[in-house]
C-alpha cells in the first residue's frame, strides 16, 4: 500500500496547479462536506480549483455524528448510484471528523480509491489530515473501527479558519503545543509566546516526520498520544472538547514527568501560566477535580488503547522534545496529578 502522502503547503492555488496536471486528467470527484464547510468553505474551494467545478457533493452530518457506519454506507450507496469507478476521488472538505470520514469511506469503496484531505479546522490542518489514521465510531467507542490508509494529497490553507469560532481555534493551538512539546523545543516556546499563523506549517511538517519514521504507531508515533491519557478520561468525565481536555491532560502530564522522568520545573512552570491565560473563558468549576471524581475517572484511564494488562501507561517528558512513551504510572501518581491540576492557577 502507498503509505505517502503528499502535503501541498501552498494551499489552494497549488492544488489548483496540481489537478490541471496530465496525472488528474479525466478524475472524477466527490466532494464530502458538512453544513459549515458547504457555507464557509465549498465556494473559496470551487472558485479557486477549476478542476472541482464539475464536482458531485455529498453532505454529512456535523461533528462526531458523521463518523458513523450507517453515514459510510448512505455515501457508498452515493457513489455506486453515479457509478463512481476505482479512478474516482473523493475531496474532505472539513474537520477532523469530516477526514477521519471520508478516508474511511475511500478505503472500503472497491478495495480503495484516492482521497484528498482539504482541512478546514486548524486541529485537522496540524494533526488529523495527516497521517492516514481513517475512522468511524462504533460500539460506543471513538474511533474503534478503521484504518492505516492516507489520502494521496492534503492541501493545507490557512484561508478556511478566518470564520472558525475561537473555541475550534483554540482546540487545534493545544494540539499544535502538544506536538512541539514532544519533539522541539524552541517551537514549543514560540507556540506559547503567540499564535502565529506560519507555525501552522511548521507543525503539520513535524507530524509529518514523525508519522514517516513509525506509519503503524508501534514505537515513535505515539510520543503524539502526550497529554491524551488525562485528556481523553476529562473529555469523556467533563464533556469538553477533544483539544481543550488534552491541553488540560498535558499539565496532568508535565506534573507526573517532572516528579518522575526529571522534566525541569520551569517547563512545568511556563506551560501552567499560558495554559491558564487560554482557559479564562472556560467555567472553572469543569477544570478542577475532587478526590471523589478523581475516583470516577480512574477506570476511564485504565480503559485507554495504550495501557497493558490494566496498568495505565503514559507518554512523559525527560525534556521538551525528548518523551519516553509507555511509562507506567500508579493511580496514587494518577490521584497526585490531578489533585494538583488545578489550571485557574499558574503553577
Ligand atoms: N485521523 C487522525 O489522525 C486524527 C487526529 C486528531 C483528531 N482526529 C479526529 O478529528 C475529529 C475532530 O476534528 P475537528 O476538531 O476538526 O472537529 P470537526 O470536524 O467536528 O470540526 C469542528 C467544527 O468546525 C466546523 N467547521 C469546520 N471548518 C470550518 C470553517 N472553516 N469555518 C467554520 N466552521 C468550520 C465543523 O462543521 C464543526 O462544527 C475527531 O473526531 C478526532 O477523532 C483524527
Ligand atoms: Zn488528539
Known sequence: MNMKTKIIYGGL??????????????TKYTIL???????????????????????????????????????????????????????????????????????????????????INVPTTLLSMVDASIGGKTAVNFGGVKNSIGHFYPSVLTVIDPIFLDTLPQEEMLNGQMEMVKTA??????????MIASADPQLIKVVA???????????YDRSIRKILNFGHTFGHAIE????????????????????????????????????????????????SHLLTFNLKEIESMLPLMRQDKKNA?????????????????????????????????DVTQSR
Open 205 to 215: 511538517r513535524m507530524k509529518s516526520r514523525v508519522v514517516k519514521a513509525d506509519p
Open 13 to 26: 492555488r497549488s492544488l489548483s496547479r496540481e489537478l490541471a496536471s496530465e496525472e488528474w486528467q479525466d
Open 309 to 341: 494488562a490494566g496498568n495505565v501507561r503514559c507518554v512523559l517528558l525527560q525534556e521538551l522534545g525528548a518523551a519516553m512513551i509507555d511509562v507506567e504510572v500508579s493511580d496514587n501518581e494518577i490521584r497526585d496529578a490531578f489533585l494538583h491540576l
Open 236 to 283: 469523556v468525565y467533563r464533556g469538553l472538547p477533544h483539544g481543550l481536555a488534552v491541553g488540560i491532560g498535558m499539565k496532568a502530564a508535565m506534573y507526573l514527568s517532572m516528579k518522575k522522568t526529571g522534566l525541569p520545573e520551569e517547563i512545568y512552570s511556563a506551560y501552567s501560566q499560558w495554559l491558564k491565560e487560554q482557559l479564562l473563558s472556560i467555567n
Open 181 to 190: 512539546a514532544v519533539t522541539d523545543p524552541e517551537l514549543f516556546y514560540k
Open 33 to 115: 462536506l458538512d453544513e459549515n464547510t458547504f457555507q464557509y468553505c465549498l465556494p473559496q474551494l470551487i472558485s479557486s480549483v477549476e478542476a472541482l467545478q464539475e464536482a458531485e457533493f455529498v453532505e454529512v452530518p456535523v461533528g462526531e455524528e458523521c463518523k458513523s457506519l450507517e453515514v459510510v454506507a448512505q455515501v457508498w450507496q452515493t457513489l455506486m448510484e453515479g457509478e463512481a469507478d476505482r479512478r474516482h476521488v473523493i475531496v474532505n472538505l472539513g474537520g477532523g471528523c469530516v477526514c477521519d470520514l471520508g478516508g474511511f469511506v475511500a478505503a472500503g469503496y472497491k478495495r480503495g480509491i484516492r482521497y
